[in-house]
């Protein structure tokens, strides 16, 4: 049921613009200054509920 809902998480956190335009930059390293607070507490959430998270 987590999985289920981190997936669901993501789905709707998933960005509409700013999708890779290569395949190279799906390996480069993550920033998140370019997210929303939004866009963060839900990928803060479903990386919680799959246990990938610990908020310290």
Same mark, same amino acid.
């Given at each position: 049921?987590?999985?289920f809902?981190?997936?669901l998480?993501?789905l709707t956190a998933?960005?509409?613009q700013?999708d890779a335009?290569?395949e %190279?930059? !799906?390996y480069e390293?993550?920033?998140a +200054?370019?997210?929303t607070?939004?866009?963060?507490?839900?990928?803060? %959430?479903? !990386?919680?509920?799959s246990g990938d998270? +610990?908020?310290?």
């Amino acid at each position: 049921m987590k999985s289920f809902v981190a997936f669901l998480l993501i789905l709707t956190a998933a960005p509409s613009q700013g999708d890779a335009d290569t395949e %190279a930059q !799906l390996y480069e390293e993550f920033d998140a +200054r370019i997210l929303t607070d939004d866009e963060k507490r839900f990928l803060q %959430a479903a !990386l919680a509920l799959s246990g990938d998270y +610990r908020s310290h």
